[in-house]
C-alpha cells in the first residue's frame, strides 16, 4: 500500500515492495508471495528509501563543548591513514535521532589539517562499527587552503608570504603525492630497502584510482586552483562545499567533477550577490548537467543537527530545482558520488532493504516518519 518512491523508476501508487533477508527481492503490483510473509500495511503512507547524509562527523562526535567526546581530529597536517569507521561509535545518542527523520546512511569524515584521512559510510543501524560499516574508503579529504589574500596593513610588507603560505601548503600536497608514488612502485618491485609507512600506505588507494579526493573548497579561487591540481595529478575529484560552484559550472561540467553541495542553508558569499544565491545553485547545477548531491552543512556543530537533510533538499526544490530530483539529491545521487549505489540509494530489486514509512512527503516538515 500507499506511494511507493522508487527514486530510480518513479512513484507506483499502492504498490508493494517484497525483501528477505536485508535484501529487496521484487517491485510491483500484486507480487508472488508466501503465506507466511510478514506483510506491513503502509496505508495511504509514503515508502522511501533510506536518506544519505554525505558529510559531518556523525559517531566521531558526541558533545561539541566536551573535548574527551571528539574524536574527529589527529594531531599534524597530513593524516591519509587516518579511518573514520574505527572511531565510529555506534552507543552515539546522535544517531538514533538521525534515524528518527528517515536518515539511514551517514558519511562519517575525520577533521583536521590539510589531509585529515578516509571516510567510511556508515549504516546507522549495527551494535559495532564492523555491522555499521557500509563501505570503507570512500575518499580522501583534502581541505583546500584559503586563496585569500589578507587586506594589507598600512607600512607592511604582508602579501609576499601570505602567497608564499598558500604555495607552502599547496606543495605539501604533492611533495606527498609524488612521495607516495615513488613508495608505490618500490614496493611494487618487492625492493629488500622497502621500508613499510603507514602514512604513505593511506595514500595508495588513492594515486591507483580506486578512490577519489574529497576537496573541500567553496570560494571560486579555492575550487579552481583545486580543479587544475587534481587534473595535473591526474587523480579523481569530488568538490565538498561548492558555494562558489554556480560559477565555474562550464569547469566543473567539462572535468566531469561530482559535487557535495553543502551550503543550501546559508548566507550569500558576497554583499553584492542575491539574497537566494545559496538556494538556487543545487538548480544551476542541475542545469548545467553537474552530478551532484545536497548535504547538510559540513561545520562539526551542525552534526546534531543532520536530522534536517530533507530540508535543505526541500530548500532547493521551493527555488526551482524539480521535486524528484530534490529527493534524488539527498538518496540516489548521494549514493553514486559515494560509490555505493549498486546497494542503496533507491528501492529496486537486488539493492538493499534500507528504507522507512512517513506519514507525509519527507520533504515536508510536517511528515513524521512512522516506521
Not at 500495511?41 to 562526535?61: C, E, N, R, W, Y
Amino acid at each position: 500500500g500507499g506511494w511507493i518512491h522508487t527514486v530510480s523508476n518513479g512513484i507506483l501508487e499502492n504498490g508493494e515492495i517484497l525483501f528477505d533477508k536485508g535484501k529487496i527481492i521484487s517491485v510491483g503490483y500484486s507480487l508472488d508471495v508466501s503465506p507466511k510473509a510478514e506483510i506491513i500495511d503502509a496505508g495511504k503512507m509514503h515508502v522511501f528509501p533510506g536518506l544519505i547524509s554525505a558529510g559531518s562527523t556523525l559517531g566521531l562526535q558526541e558533545v561539541g563543548a566536551v573535548r574527551a567526546t571528539k574524536d574527529y581530529a589527529e594531531v599534524g597536517q597530513i593524516n591519509p591513514n587516518v579511518r573514520a569507521n574505527v572511531s565510529y561509535n555506534p552507543d552515539s545518542e546522535l544517531i538514533p535521532i538521525s534515524r528518527s527523520n528517515g536518515i539511514l546512511m551517514a558519511l562519517s569524515v575525520p577533521r583536521s589539517g590539510l589531509i585529515s584521512g578516509t571516510s567510511s559510510l556508515m549504516i546507522l543501524d549495527g551494535w559495532t562499527w564492523e555491522d555499521a560499516t557500509l563501505k570503507h574508503p570512500v575518499g580522501l579529504h583534502l581541505f583546500w587552503p584559503s586563496m585569500n589574500i589578507p587586506k594589507q596593513k598600512p607600512g607592511r610588507q604582508k602579501e609576499k608570504k601570505d602567497k608564499d603560505s598558500r604555495l607552502k601548503s599547496i606543495q605539501k600536497i604533492d611533495d606527498l603525492i609524488q612521495e607516495s608514488r615513488a613508495y608505490a612502485q618500490l614496493k611494487a618491485t618487492g625492493s629488500p630497502s622497502f621500508k613499510h609507512d603507514l602514512r604513505l600506505e593511506g595514500m595508495l588507494p588513492v594515486i591507483s584510482g580506486e578512490i577519489p579526493v574529497f576537496i573541500h573548497a567553496n570560494e571560486v579561487r579555492q575550487i579552481e586552483a583545486a580543479v587544475f591540481w587534481a587534473e595535473r595529478q591526474k587523480i579523481k575529484m569530488v568538490l565538498v562545499g561548492g558555494k562558489d560552484s554556480w560559477r565555474v559550472t562550464e569547469l566543473l561540467k567539462n572535468r566531469d567533477i561530482p559535487v557535495v553541495y553543502t551550503q543550501t542553508h546559508s548566507t550569500p558569499q558576497r554583499r553584492f550577490e542575491q539574497y537566494d544565491q545559496p538556494f538556487i545553485t543545487p538548480l544551476q547545477l542541475f542545469e548545467a548537467g553537474i552530478k551532484f548531491c545536497i548535504s547538510n552543512s559540513e561545520s562539526t556543530f551542525q552534526t546534531p543537527h543532520i536530522r534536517n537533510l530533507p530540508y535543505y533538499a526541500a530548500k532547493a526544490a521551493s527555488y526551482g530545482l524539480p521535486w524528484d530530483e530534490a529527493l534524488r539529491s539527498i538518496t540516489l545521487s548521494t549514493a553514486e558520488i559515494l560509490g555505493a549505489d549498486e546497494r542503496v540509494g533507491s528501492l529496486e530489486t537486488g539493492k538493499d532493504a534500507t528504507l522507512f514509512i512517513s506519514d507525509g512527503d519527507i520533504l515536508d516538515v510536517r511528515a513524521q516518519v512512522t516506521t
